[in-house]
C-alpha cells in the first residue's frame, strides 16, 4: 500500500481503557470505535474533540459501552457529521446497551452528558453492513471497508480496510475464535497477508480455562448456593455476552436432572424484554447449528423459557426467592448488579458470580480480585469503601420550598397562558374585520343600492294611493321612509311588509349595518354610502360575531386533531397538562395547583461494605487466549503490527513473543496515548502538497497520459488549514545533504526499538504524549522569488522506440530504412538509440536534417 498511514491512540492503550483509536490514511481519518467507561474521562474527549471536524468515518466493532459509549456525546454536544459504520445486529443492540446504560445512571444520580434523544440520533446515523460486504467509504478517497465475523458477541466485526484492491488494513480487537453456543468464530478466510494489522494484547498472559470445566463450575455453585437457600447475583453485560449466559442457563433449567428447574431464573436490566426479541430475529447471525435448527424444525433458541424477564427492582422482588438473577452492569459502578450486591453482600448465604474483568478501580474489578485471592486461599479484606449514589425523597423545608416553588411556576404558566389566549382571540377578531373588509364594502353597496330602489317604489306607491305629487314624498325623512316599508299607512290596517333580502355569504357586524340606516346623513335619498365614499373600519362597542363556517377543502372538511386527542387519564394528586389552544383551557388554567407525587434529590455518601456473601469469577468473557492470539499472528504474519488495548506487561510480552519468533516483517509498534507512529508500508515515501500561489505559474506538458512540468519552488513546513500565502524564514526547511553512498543493510529491530521510549517508561507511563505542534505541520512546496529560480537543462521524457520513430518518418514522406543498428533517414540522417532513454541524431546540414529532427523532438516532451 503506497498511502501514508498513521495511528494514534486516544484511549485503550497499556491499560483497560475503552479503545478509541485514529487512523490516518493519506487526508482520510477513521475513528476505530470510540468507547467510554464509568470514569468519563473528559481528557481524553479533548483529545476528540479536536479531531472532529476532520473525522471522516467511524467504525464500530461491537455493540457495547466500551465500543461505543462515547457516541453519544460526540454526536449531542461536540456535533459529530460523519457516517458511523457498523453491523446490523451491531447497531440494534448497541442502542439497547447505551439505554441501559444511561437508565442505570439516571435512577441514582443527575446525569447530564447526554440523553436518549442523543442516543437515537447516533443510530439513526449509523450505515448496518452485513458481513463480507465491501463499501466504498464516503467521498473520493477510493477506500473501501469491510465487517468480517469476529465471534465475542452477537454481529461483533473484523474490520479490513483497502485501497483500490491494494494491501489490507485489518483492525481486529476482542475477537474469539472458538465457536460457542449462539455464536461462530472468526474468520480470517478472506484476509491475505495484512500490510499493517491492529490487534489487542488484552489476554496475552491470560489462558482460559475448559470450557466444560467452565459450565461445570457454575452449575456447582449455583446448585449449592440455591439449595442453602440464598440468592445467586450473576454479573452480566446489557446485550453482549448476556446472550450466551441466558441460553446456556436456560437449557441447565430446562434439564429436569440437574434440579435447576424448581428455582426461579431472571434477567434484570430495563431493556430485558428488547434485547431478547432483537436476539429472536437475528438468527442468521448465529451459529450455523442454530441455523440448522431453526430451517428444520424452527426452532427458536432465545425463546427462553424459563427466563422470566424483570426491568425494575421492583418487579424483581415480587419474585420469589431463591433465585438466580442476571443483572446488568458489568462494571458494577452503576445499574442493576451495583445495587443488588449492596443489598445481598451481607448475607453469607449469597453468592457474587462475575463473569467478565473490568478495570481494577471499580467495583467489580476489585471483586474479581477478592475471587482469586479467596481461591487461592490468601489473605485478602472483605471490606470495600464505597461511594453511593442514592436517590432520596425529599422531606421538611426541601419539601416546602420545592412545592412553593413549583406552585409559582404553575400559577406564572397559568397567567401565560390566559394572556396567551386573550391575545389569541383579539387576533381572531382583527383577522375577521381584515378578512370581511372587502365583504362588508360589497355589502354597503348592495344595501344602498336596494335602499335607494326601495324608497322610490314607496314614493310612487304613496303617490298612487293618496294621489299626492311625487316631491310630497321626497321630503320624508329616512326614517319614516322604512318605518313605511314595515308597517301600514292606516293604524287599522296593516300593509303587506317589504324585506331586504341580503344574501347570506354577505357577514356583517350588526354595527357596521346600521350605520347605514343611521348615520350622520339622514336626508340623502340613495342613503349614507354617498357621503361616506365606502365602508369606514372602526372598533364597534358592542359587535355582534358571526360564527364563521368551518373551511372545507377539495376532500371534504377539514378536521381539527384536536377534537380526536386522547386525554390520559392523570393520577390522583399530579397536575394535568392542559392544552392552551383547547375551548376548555379556562378551566384547566383556573385548576389550583396540587401536590404531585413527592420529589426526590440525590446524595452521596461513602459507605463500607462488608463482603460476607461467596464471589467466584468464572470466565464468560468470549475472547481469544494468549495460545490462541499468538498462532493467529504466527500464520498471518503481517508486515507491521500495533498492538493496543492491553496491560503494560502483556503488550510488553507479545512484541517480544513477535520479534523472537519472526512473526512481524517489518516493525512492532506498542504506542503510548496520542503517540502518532508512522505505519506507512512502503519506506522511503514523503507526502508533499503544492500551494495554491504555486499551482497557478506551473505549466504542464502531456506525454502519453501524463502531464508533467519543472518545479522551482522551496519547501516549507505549514498548517494544512492556513490560508496565510507569505512565508517565514522560521518555515522554510533547509535542502537535504546527499549522504556518502553505503551498502544497505536489512532494519534490524530489537526490544528497545519496538517499545519506543523504553527509558522513559515508569510512573508516567500512562500519561499522554504531549502534542507536538510540528506534526500537525505539513510539506508544502511555495514558489521562489524569480531572482532566486537558476536556470535548468532541458530534459526529454519519454523513451520511444525506433520502430515507432520509422513509422512516422515514412507517414511524413521520408524513407527510413534499418542498416547495421541505425535508421537511415533518406541519406540525410542516421538516428541511433544506444542505451535506454538516449537518442543520437547525425546528418548533413541540410533544411531535411532540422525537419527530421523536428519529427523525432515532438515524440518527447520537453521541459
Known sequence: MTSIIHVEPLSGVRGHGPPCYLLTVDDVRILLDCGWDEKFDMEYIDELKREIPRINAVLISYGDVAHCGALPYLVGKLELKCPIYSTVPVAKMGQLALYDWLQGHLLNEEFDLFKFTDIDAVFDRVEQLKYNQTVPLRGDNGLQITALPAGHSLGGAIWRITKGGDEEIVYAVDFNHKKERHLNGCTFENVGRPALMITDAYNALYNQPRRKNRDEQIVTQLLATLRDGGDCLVVIDTAGRVLEIAHLLDQMWANQEI??????????????????????????????????????????????????????????????????????????????????????????????????????????????????????????????????????????RELADYFEKKKAEHEKARKERQEQKRRKETAEIVDDYDSDDEDAAAAARAVAEVSALAAAEERERLEHESGHPANVASSMSLEQLQQSMYSGINGQQQTRKRKLHIHTSLKLALGDYLSYFHGPDRHSAAGPYTIYRGIKRRRIAFPAMVQKT????????????????????????????????????????????????????????????????????????????????????????????????????????????????????????????????????????????????????????????????????????????????????????????????????????????????????????????????????????????????????????????????????????????????????????????????????EGRNCMDYYRIRDIVKSQFAVI
Open 259 to 396: 434440579g435447576l428447574s424448581t428455582y426461579n431464573l431472571v434477567m434484570l436490566s430495563s431493556v430485558a424484554s428488547s434485547v431478547i426479541e432483537t436476539a429472536k430475529s437475528s438468527i442468521e447471525w448465529m451459529a450455523d447449528k442454530i441455523q440448522k435448527d431453526f430451517e428444520k424444525g424452527r426452532v427458536n433458541p432465545f425463546h427462553l423459557k424459563n427466563v422470566k424477564q424483570c426491568h425494575s427492582l421492583g418487579e424483581l422482588n415480587r419474585v420469589r426467592s431463591p433465585k438466580v438473577v442476571l443483572a446488568s452492569g458489568i462494571d458494577m459502578e452503576s445499574g442493576f448488579s451495583r445495587e443488588l450486591f449492596l443489598d445481598w453482600s451481607a448475607d453469607t448465604r449469597n453468592m457474587c458470580i462475575l463473569t467478565d474483568r473490568s478495570n481494577d478501580s471499580f467495583l467489580g474489578g476489585k471483586l474479581v480480585k477478592m475471587a482469586e485471592l479467596r481461591e487461592a486461599k490468601k489473605p485478602s479484606s472483605n471490606t470495600l469503601v464505597l461511594q453511593v449514589n442514592q436517590r432520596v425523597k425529599l422531606d421538611g
Open 550 to 841: 368551518k373551511p372545507w377543502s377539495e376532500y371534504g372538511e377539514i378536521i381539527d386533531p384536536e377534537d380526536y386527542t386522547v386525554i390520559e387519564e392523570v393520577k390522583t394528586g399530579t397536575i394535568k397538562q392542559s392544552n392552551a389552544d383547547s375551548d376548555d383551557s379556562d378551566a384547566e388554567n383556573d385548576r389550583p395547583f396540587a401536590l404531585e407525587d413527592v420529589p426526590t434529590k440525590c446524595i452521596q455518601k461513602v459507605v463500607k461494605v462488608e463482603v460476607l456473601c461467596k464471589v467466584y469469577f468464572i470466565d464468560f468473557e468470549g475472547r481469544c487466549d494468549a495460545e490462541s492470539v499468538k498462532k493467529l499472528l504466527d500464520v498471518r504474519k503481517p508486515r507491521k503490527l500495533v498492538l493496543v488495548h492491553g496491560t503494560k506487561e502483556a503488550t510488553k510480552h507479545l512484541a517480544k513473543f513477535c520479534i523472537d519468533n519472526n512473526v512481524v516483517q517489518d516493525q512492532v509498534f506498542t504506542p503510548r496515548l496520542n503517540e502518532s507512529i508512522d505505519a506507512t508500508v512502503e519506506s522511503r515515501i514523503i507526502q508533499v502538497k503544492l500551494s495554491e500561489n504555486l499551482m497557478k505559474f506551473l505549466k504542464f506538458n502531456k506525454i502519453r497520459d501524463v502531464d508533467v512540468c519543472w518545479i522551482n519552488a522551496k519547501l516549507v513546513r505549514r498548517d494544512p488549514f492556513s490560508r496565510n500565502l507569505t512565508v517565514t524564514s522560521s518555515e522554510v526547511r533547509q535542502p537535504i545533504q546527499p549522504a556518502v553512498s553505503a551498502p544497505v543493510e536489512p532494519m534490524e529491530v530489537d526490544a528497545k526499538v519496538v517499545n519506543g521510549n523504553e527509558e522513559n517508561e515508569g510512573e508516567d507511563d500512562d500519561r499522554r504524549v504531549e502534542r507536538n505542534p510540528e506534526d500537525e505541520r505539513v510539506l508544502f512546496l511555495e514558489t521562489q522569488p524569480p531572482e532566486q529560480q537558476q536556470p535548468h537543462r532541458s530534459l526529454y521524457i519519454n523513451d520511444p522506440k525506433l520502430t515507432d520513430v520509422k513509422a512516422l518518418l515514412n507517414q511524413k514522406g521520408f524513407q527510413a530504412e534499418f542498416s547495421s543498428g541505425y535508421l537511415f533517414v533518406e541519406n540525410v540522417a542516421a538516428i541511433q538509440r544506444p542505451t535506454a532513454g538516449v537518442f543520437s541524431i
